[in-house]
């Protein structure tokens, strides 16, 4: 009888050691795969990011240029403005 219970008690707590272990396994498994995908992730929006910013700049170059031409066509117009001027008097 006694042998039945020390049975019982050892099987018992291997069930729960087992239980305790596996769960751990399984967790840290589930994790790493989380923090993997996690990982890809932000691989990609750090992609993301770049190309935007690489975006960005060649916006802002051609706003540049086109301030530029603005800039260069408003001179030209009152330039033309003066000459017309100048020819109706």
Known sequence: ???IVITAIFSFISTIVGYMVGSRKNNAETDRIVLENMKGVIEVYTQTIE???HEV???KDDIKE???C???LEVELQQFKKQMK???E
Do not use: A, R, V
Request: net charge neutral; proline share 0%; glycine share 0%.
């Open 1 to 3: 009888m006694d042998n």
């Open 57 to 59: 700049q060649e916006l």
């Open 70 to 72: 603005i800039n260069k």
């Open 66 to 68: 086109y301030k530029s």
């Open 51 to 53: 190309d935007l910013k």
């Open 86 to 88: 100048q020819t109706q």
